[in-house]
Nanobody
Framework: QVQLAESGGGLAQPGGSLRLSCAAS????????IGWFRQAPGKEREGVSC????????YYADSVKGRFSISRDTAKNTVYLQMNNLKPEDTAVYYC?????????????????WGQGTQVTVSS
């Protein structure tokens, strides 16, 4: 069974940075496209970024373009989400998920396997 685990969340000040990690156990992440999603209190889960299996395609939500960067470390079997210039509206639980393909529309139903999430809070 595909198991994903997020880490790296926490409290950051506006303008600060955090790096989230998505690690897999049992299976190899290289065979999957990996997406990052977030869900703020009272809001629907939304797509943030995804990276294709070949790493050739990377997509970002308009709200994070130029601030967030997704990458994959094959040796560590981990996908990262580098978040810079954080804003209070970035506060949410962040989830990573695995899918056969990565598209810019971030359709949740296309992602078969999900982690438990990590809390990111941006506040002064």
């Amino acid at each position: 069974q595909v198991q994903l685990a997020e880490s790296g969340g926490g409290l950051a000040q506006p303008g600060g940075s955090l790096r989230l990690s998505c690690a897999a156990s049992v299976f190899t992440l290289d065979y999957y496209a990996i997406g990052w999603f977030r869900q703020a209190p009272g809001k629907e889960r939304e797509g943030v970024s995804c990276i294709s299996t070949s790493d050739d395609d990377k997509y970002y939500a308009d709200s994070v373009k130029g601030r967030f960067s997704i990458s994959r470390d094959t040796a560590k079997n981990t996908v990262y989400l580098q978040m810079n210039n954080l804003k209070p509206e970035d506060t949410a639980v962040y989830y990573c998920a695995a899918s056969p393909l990565c598209y810019s529309d971030f359709v949740l139903s296309e992602y078969d396997h999900w982690g438990q999430g990590t809390q990111v809070t941006v506040s002064s």
